[in-house]
C-alpha cells in the first residue's frame, strides 16, 4: 500500500476518526524525533576484502615467535 492509498483512506474517514488515527500515530512520531529513526548501515561484511587474503596460522605462528624470541629479557 503506498501514501498515496494511505491518504485517500484517511479522508474517507469521519473527524473522529481522523482524530483517534493523529492520537495513534503521535506517539510513534514523538518518539522517532526523540530518538531518531536508526538509519540502516552499509554491511560490514568485505570491509577487508581489499587488503588481500588473510595470514595463514603458520605465518602468524611464526611471527609471534619472531616477537617474543627475547622475551622474557635478563637485562631489565
Known amino acids: 500500500m503506498s501514501l498515496n492509498d494511505v491518504i485517500k483512506l484517511a479522508k474517507q474517514l469521519s473527524s473522529v476518526d481522523k482524530l483517534r488515527l493523529i492520537q495513534e500515530i503521535t506517539p510513534d512520531l514523538e518518539r522517532e524525533l526523540m530518538y531518531g529513526v536508526p538509519i540502516p548501515r552499509k554491511s560490514l561484511w568485505g570491509l577487508c576484502a581489499d ?23 635478563e637485562d631489565i
Open 51 to 73: 587488503l588481500g587474503s588473510a595470514p595463514s596460522t603458520e605465518e602468524i605462528d611464526e611471527s609471534r615467535s619472531e616477537e617474543w624470541i627475547n622475551f622474557p629479557r
